[in-house]
């Protein structure tokens, strides 16, 4: 065995979740190992709670076309499409040095690409009760 | 969090799988030996992503199998340095937390890596933010935000047993239990 290439390219979460789904339809054609079955199971479930369950390619691609006036790195771009940031906050988390390479106004109009281009995350049901937190004191 | 990565292996197929079209049982193989797998170095072997180059087919003498040099492209899980993950908290002592993301769970948080100020309740064995005079408990089970800070590899002489542990942080705004920052 031999590492040709370490890291050759990123692969967003849906991209993934797509490629389980191809496992399992060929599941009764292959025969998969149970090392990979194991594995497969939950991945399933940690992405399907993941903005990536609701995602599909096409508003990815549509995502990255408008981002690509912005300096951003393909790591960010992963990130942007895996986590689907909706404040400020969340921009500032995930974008290295972000308040110096944007302005407010900037980050406005990648907020507004964002939550106008990919779908609405999946709900989770214990999200509902939202105890004290820091902003709202 | 997901990447590609280029292999170049030799792989056996064994026998019983002869029946099968030449990439279906190449594919099996590699999945037997390759998925659920740390690579030191390279992350979490998942599966197969695309063949890039098969070579023609050979035998040794004395094994009933076929061999065949194959390169092509593995998915990986391996968090990057910096990057943003949401895990969930799947245990608290002393030392820190751990956080898991269903399908691997050797993710530590340190206690010096925690929100400051942050004290551990050894009664209840759960970390607690002091946030201006108020109580915020990290408690297990809670959605968790971190970011990355290092990845480390433990690998002894066999391939198999290696063990990848990624070292995150929650010290920073937005970072902690998701349901602190809404939006």
């Known amino acids: 065995m031999k590492v040709l290439q370490a890291t050759e390219e990123l692969v967003t979460n849906r991209e993934v979740l797509d490629w389980l789904q191809d496992c399992s339809n060929n599941e009764a054609k292959h025969k998969l190992p149970n090392n990979l079955k194991q594995l497969m199971t939950p991945m399933t479930k940690y992405l399907q709670e993941t903005p990536a369950g609701t995602q599909s390619g096409s508003s990815l691609q549509s995502l990255f076309a408008q981002l690509e006036k912005f300096p951003l790195t393909l790591g960010e771009l992963q990130m942007i499409a895996n986590l689907r940031p909706n404040s400020v906050l969340q921009l500032l988390c995930i974008l290295l040095d972000c308040e110096r390479r944007f302005t407010d106004e900037e980050m406005a109009e990648l907020l507004q690409i964002i939550d106008t281009t990919l779908e609405p995350p999946p709900i989770k049901e214990e999200e509902m009760d939202i105890q004290s937190t820091p902003s709202s004191m | ?183």
């Open chain 2, 1 to 183: 969090m997901f990447k590609l990565t280029v292999l170049e292996d030799i792989l056996r197929t064994s026998p019983e799988r002869f029946s099968l079209p030449k990439f279906d049982a190449l594919s099996y193989a590699l999945h037997r030996k390759y998925s659920n797998r740390v690579l030191p170095g390279v992350g979490l072997c998942l599966g197969l992503w695309d063949w890039l180059k098969t070579e023609e087919d050979y035998l040794h003498p004395g094994d009933g199998g076929s061999w065949t040099k194959v390169v092509f492209r593995l998915l990986v899980f391996e968090p990057q340095v910096g990057e943003i993950i949401v895990g969930r908290v799947e245990h608290s002592f002393s030392e820190g937390l751990f956080v898991s993301v269903e399908f691997f769970n050797n993710i530590f948080i340190d206690r010096l890596a925690l929100q400051e100020p942050c004290v551990f309740d050894q009664e209840e064995q759960v970390w607690i933010w002091k946030y201006q005079g108020h109580d915020l408990h990290i408690d297990v089970g809670e959605d968790i935000r971190f970011r990355v800070v290092k990845v480390q590899y433990e690998s002894s002489s066999s391939v198999s047993s290696a063990a990848m542990t990624v070292y995150g942080s929650i010290a920073g705004d937005g970072l902690g239990l998701v349901s602190w920052w809404p939006n």
